[in-house]
Each structure stands twice: as structure tokens, then as C-alpha cells.
């Protein structure tokens, strides 16, 4: 039985396009701990909500699939990388990244504030003040009536 999770990512730095394009691919650079711990407990064939954050509209965008379970995230060791960590060797790694693909692009982006605005997912952690994780775990029923109103008028 899949896990739900929704990942954040900024659009101009990878979309759903990008995902498309490139077809299963890691999802690296997290460095916040509550987050790469949440992508610790990801399983294969979890689903995701892809989320395009740090834009006009932010929102849903679509949904993929992790497709391997977290690994050592090898920007960390890199001194080029912007996701450069002195404290992470391959040895001793402090962060991890899942694999995901492509399941679905919607139509059009579910915006974060219709998202707000629907009762049923008032306890979704995506729509609580001063919720800012890049990856969180989405429950089921919330996840469902998503996927059941991804036509919102």
C-alpha cells in the first residue's frame, strides 16, 4: 500500500516539464532534516504530488512516483554543487534523495489558495501557517480528494 507525499520544487530550477523531459530522476538538494527524513521513509511506487512553489501561482501540478528508495545525495559532497555540505562525505553522508517519474501532469495547476480554501483539507500541512518543508507526507484522504476535484472551476 503506497505512502503520499508532496514535493516542492521551484520551477525555473526543475518542473514537471523538466520531469518529463528527463524522465525518472533524483530528487537532490534537499537540506532541511524534517524533509530528508520524510524521503527516508519513501518507498518504491509511493505517490507524490509535484508542487511548483516560489512562483505566481504556486500549486499542484501534477503527480509522480518514487521509483527508488533514498541514497546518499552526492551534490552534498561536491564542492561545485550549490548543495555543496563540508559535513557530508561519501563515508558519512548527511543527505538523500529518492528517485521519482512521471505519472500524471494535470491539466492545470491546482493553486494553493483554492487549496486553502476547501474544507476538507483544512489539516493538511501544506495549507497550515507557517508550514515551509520542501517534502511532506500528504494522508490518504486527503491525497484522494485531490485527485477527485483536479478539475476545479
Not at 528527463?22 to 537540506?31: E, K, L, N, T
Not at 527516508?40 to 503527480?63: N, R, T, W
Request: aromatic fraction near 12%.
Amino acid at each position: 500500500m503506497p505512502n503520499y507525499w508532496l514535493m516542492k520544487s521551484e520551477p525555473d530550477a526543475f518542473s514537471i516539464d523538466d520531469l518529463i523531459r528527463q524522465g525518472a530522476s533524483p530528487w537532490d538538494g534537499v537540506r532541511n532534516y524534517q524533509a530528508r527524513n520524510f524521503m527516508k521513509e519513501m518507498q518504491v511506487d509511493d505517490l507524490v504530488f509535484f508542487y511548483h512553489s516560489s512562483c505566481k501561482p504556486a500549486g499542484i501540478v501534477g503527480i509522480a512516483k518514487v521509483t527508488r528508495c533514498a541514497y546518499p545525495d552526492h551534490t552534498s559532497w561536491d564542492p561545485s554543487s550549490a548543495y555543496f555540505d563540508l559535513k557530508s562525505t561519501p563515508e558519512s553522508p548527511r543527505w538523500f534523495m529518492v528517485d521519482i517519474e512521471l505519472v500524471e501532469k494535470f491539466p492545470a495547476l491546482i493553486p494553493l489558495s483554492t487549496l486553502k480554501q476547501d474544507p476538507a483539507l483544512a489539516e493538511m500541512l501544506l495549507v497550515k501557517k507557517g508550514s515551509r518543508l520542501s517534502v511532506m507526507p500528504i494522508q490518504k484522504n486527503e491525497f484522494q480528494h485531490i485527485i477527485s476535484t483536479t478539475h476545479y472551476a
